[in-house]
């Protein structure tokens, strides 16, 4: 165990990027010989899911509440609703000769290492068995078939990721951004699910049992092909249904017959980073500790949430590419972004454990705040930790008016704040530009074990869902930033030194304001494509 922090604490301290230097990663792009972005698995029996399953009219405000929405039926058609509102593809983008896919769920890079998966029985439409969620076709490649067996519907999703995605770009540091990732495509889900009026609930299982039932640990099945890491696995529960009592799908496997070969995503790698296959293996999750439960919705009043169709929110989100370095931001929009990222709230119940991550907030031109630094606590514990580490001399007292459930605490006032953000953020113009920014802490040492560092991470994820989808709300839009200087930020706070042992570090940013958009980049459906797909066993039922 100690072993295993110590190669967390090296990897995390090694991947940083430095006002001096950047983290490892390779020299040079080759954008035409950029990995496929699609797995498939050849030889795979595909499903179509339909994509004229129209979604619930939800208001963005009520998803939180599941007692105003209807629980769908499991069947082939809400799983398919399911997976479209979370990894399907969003749109088609074009510029000249170019033409690439963005999709529901965030990705840094948007590279996409993140792999969805659906094991079920019962479930009406579906064949029982392990299937590979393909979003180009929006399909399920059966990669096993179990024994017939009566049951009652069940159905859990996974995620795994590939984590040569993110490396052929970003080098070491891609093992971060493949858990942040994971921690997008979790709220996300989660998301979906409450549209459907499900509940998410996470399974607690080790790595090697997870990569067990998906097939991901099947040497044969990938050869040469860059292989899975199992990330999380939740059940899909209709409420008021609750499984909580039943077992996990482990024993369904123990007669399965498996079926298809991996695609090889990049033929010609010029890299190879071993840090990354250290750290997966340092991080696996050694046994099922049970998850603690959470509820989904705070019970104090909230703050004039927006009420938009929470579809429609959901399939609009994009990532800012440029921001109008002139707007501005209300209070009414800033409060209730805030109050989203209290931890009793949708879609933290998915969150792989108790919150540890907390958010610094630059209010940079919101109307109603001085611009500068304010702090957003998430746990009792973490107000305790924050308040032990940070310098006396900062302010550390109640904002005002502080709606209930964003107990925002002022730090410190920057009225130039603009070239401190740009800076932060790897000199990008999306920090300067944008009316607000976050900068999420996790509560690092001790860490009790090392799959610690993978729950910090996908919890940072998860928040950044939570704030792409509420900028989208207050219309405005958001973007990830994984370039940033750690220690940079950490120096500006005051935390104290040296970084390697520090007990909080800062682990994911995030921006929001007004999009520009860029007229050179067209836009078309995201699923035109299937009229002309040749494949045989294609057919909407």
């Known amino acids: 165990m100690a072993e295993a922090l110590d190669v967390v604490m090296a990897y995390h301290e090694r991947s940083k990027h430095r006002l001096d230097r950047y983290a490892a990663g390779p020299d040079t792009l080759d954008w ?251 991080t696996q999750r050694l046994n099922a500790a049970p998850i603690a439960a959470s509820p989904s919705r705070i019970t104090t009043p909230t703050y004039r949430r927006p009420n938009a169709d929470a579809a429609t929110l959901i399939r609009q989100r994009r990532s800012a590419q440029r921001f109008d370095p002139r707007a501005r931001a209300t209070l009414d929009q800033f409060w209730p972004l805030l109050q989203a990222l209290h931890p009793d709230r949708l879609p933290f119940d998915a969150a792989p454990g108790p919150a540890r991550v907390h958010v610094l907030v630059f209010a940079h031109r919101v109307d109603g705040l001085a611009p500068g630094a304010y702090l957003l606590p998430r746990s009792d514990t973490g107000l305790a930790l924050l308040r032990q580490q940070l310098p006396e001399a900062l302010d550390m007292t109640p904002v005002p008016d502080a709606p209930a459930g964003a107990p925002l605490l002022h730090l410190a006032d920057n009225p130039a704040l603009a070239g401190t953000l740009r800076t932060l953020n790897c000199h990008q113009a999306l920090g300067s530009d944008a009316v607000m920014a976050f900068a999420l802490l996790a509560e690092f040492q001790p860490l009790a074990e090392g799959v610690n560092y993978r729950d910090r991470l996908q919890e940072a994820g998860l928040i950044g869902q939570v704030l792409y989808l509420e900028a989208e709300a207050a219309g405005l839009r958001g973007t990830g930033i994984g370039c940033f200087f750690d220690d940079g930020l950490h120096q500006l706070l005051g935390l104290p030194e040296p970084a390697a042992s520090a007990a909080l570090q800062s682990v994911y940013h995030f921006t929001i304001g007004a999009p520009l958009g860029d007229d050179r980049i067209g836009t078309a459906a995201p699923y035109a494509h299937l009229a002309q797909l040749a494949d045989p066993h294609r057919s909407l039922p």
């Not at 994509?51 to 009219?57: F, M, N, Q, R, Y």
């Not at 998803?63 to 769908?72: E, K, T």
Request: overall charge negative.
């Open 32 to 282: 035409d010989a950029q990995p496929d972005p699609f797995r498939r698995y050849a030889g795979a029996p595909l499903t179509a899911l339909p994509l004229d399953t129209p979604a619930p009219t939800v208001a963005w405000c009520d998803l939180g509440s599941p007692d105003r929405i209807a629980a769908h039926p499991l069947g082939l058609r809400s799983i398919g609703l399911l997976f479209e509102l979370s990894l399907a593809l969003a749109a088609w983008k074009t510029q000249g000769p170019d033409r690439w896919a963005v999709r529901i769920n965030p990705s840094s890079g948007n590279l996409h290492p993140t792999e969805g998966w659906l094991v079920c029985r019962g479930v009406s439409g579906l064949s029982d068995g392990v299937h590979h969620y393909a979003p180009h076709e929006h399909a399920l490649e059966q990669r096993a078939a179990f024994a017939p067996e009566a049951t009652p519907a069940r159905a859990f999703v996974a995620l795994s990721s590939i984590a040569w995605r993110e490396a052929w770009k970003y080098g070491e540091r891609a093992f971060r951004y493949c858990q942040l990732d994971a921690g997008h495509a979790t709220g996300a889900l989660r998301y979906a699910a409450a549209l459907l009026g499900w509940r998410l609930r996470p399974v607690a299982c080790d790595s090697a049992a997870l990569a067990q039932l998906l097939g991901l640990d099947r040497d044969a099945d990938f050869g040469p092909a860059e292989r899975e890491e199992p990330d999380a696995l939740f059940e899909l529960l209709p409420a008021p249904a609750n499984h909580a009592e039943h077992t996990a799908p482990w024993s369904w496997t123990a007669q399965a017959t498996w079926q298809g070969q991996a695609n090889r995503l990049d033929r010609h790698p010029m890299y190879r980073w071993l840090v990354i296959d250290d750290v997966t293996r340092a």
